[in-house]
């Protein structure tokens, strides 16, 4: 990919936020940047450089919020994907994808969804505050996000090299022909309700299972900050240098050059 063409990627990634963003604010729903995309607000001002999607996060009862209500504010051409609205998205967590735009993934080229440019939101859920319950939470909900996935795919969305990488797709695709008579609505209860499971407990921390890293204090997202994002302002976690230190280390250092990727896209027109 072009320099050019990530720069208009960016523009409509950013677009399709600022819609999310205008919907959160009128239905008075709390969101915050997370992951990566906070690192490139507070590395760069914006987007990474090379980077080609844009992560936002919420608290449970926010999450259930937006899924519930967002569909209706959305303005046209505008798609909000979740096992709800497309049943057979291998993904827990929702999108909200650009009609009229093709951002198709490698592992994802076979599937029958609305495969448009899009941004990422995850919900947040309560996670035990002993270390070691912790980290069996993040390990189990992993494992049933992984078998949720795999309902739907066979492929990876990463690129570990060749043979890791046909090693893992081999898995995958033995978990899919595994599952593939199990009904998809009861793969996705079972996940929702192991990860809602300490929900009704005021834990220190919040986070989503398939990102064990990326875990967040509820202080810090229950009553946010601002930040500017491509001189825009938008919501972040409080303390966001110490939580981009706590997940990615020395934040400040730039990656190789060889480590400096994106998705592996199989297809895209903007």
């Not at 959160?24 to 760069?44: D, K, N, P, S």
């Not at 995850?122 to 949720?148: C, H, I, Q, S, T």
């Not at 192991?194 to 005021?202: E, K, P, S, T, V």
């Amino acid at each position: 990919m072009t320099d050019e063409t990530r720069k208009q990627l960016q523009k409509e990634i950013f677009d399709i936020f600022l819609e999310v963003k205008r919907v959160c604010e009128e239905l008075g729903i709390q969101y915050f940047i997370m992951g990566g995309t906070a690192l490139g607000a507070v590395r760069h001002g914006g987007f990474i450089p090379w980077d080609d999607d844009f992560d936002i996060g919420m608290t449970r009862e926010n999450y259930d919020k937006f899924i519930r209500l967002a569909q209706k504010e959305l303005k046209a051409g505008y798609f909000l994907q979740t096992y709800q609205t497309e049943e057979h998205s291998p993904f827990y967590f929702a999108k909200v994808r650009k009609d009229n735009t093709e951002f198709i993934e490698r592992y994802c080229r076979k599937l029958s969804i609305h495969q448009g440019i899009y941004i990422d939101i995850f919900p947040y859920d309560a996670v035990p505050d002993d270390e070691k319950e912790r980290a069996a939470y993040y390990k189990k909900g992993r494992w049933y996000l992984n078998w949720y996935i795999a309902r739907e795919v066979t492929g990876i969305s990463t690129n570990p090299g060749r043979v890791k990488r046909l090693i893992l797709e081999g898995i995958r695709s033995v978990m899919h022909f595994l599952l593939l008579p199990v009904p998809k609505q009861m793969i996705y209860r079972r996940t929702d309700a192991f990860l809602r499971q300490y929900n009704h407990m005021d834990t220190t921390y919040l986070g989503y299972a398939g990102l064990a890293r990326i875990q967040v204090p509820r202080e810090d997202v229950t009553n946010p900050d601002r930040i500017l994002f491509e001189n825009v302002m938008v919501s972040c976690p409080k303390n966001i240098r110490q939580y981009l230190t706590g997940n990615f280390g020395n934040y400040e250092e730039l990656p190789p050059e060889d480590k400096r990727g994106g998705h592996d896209i199989y297809k895209m027109s903007l």
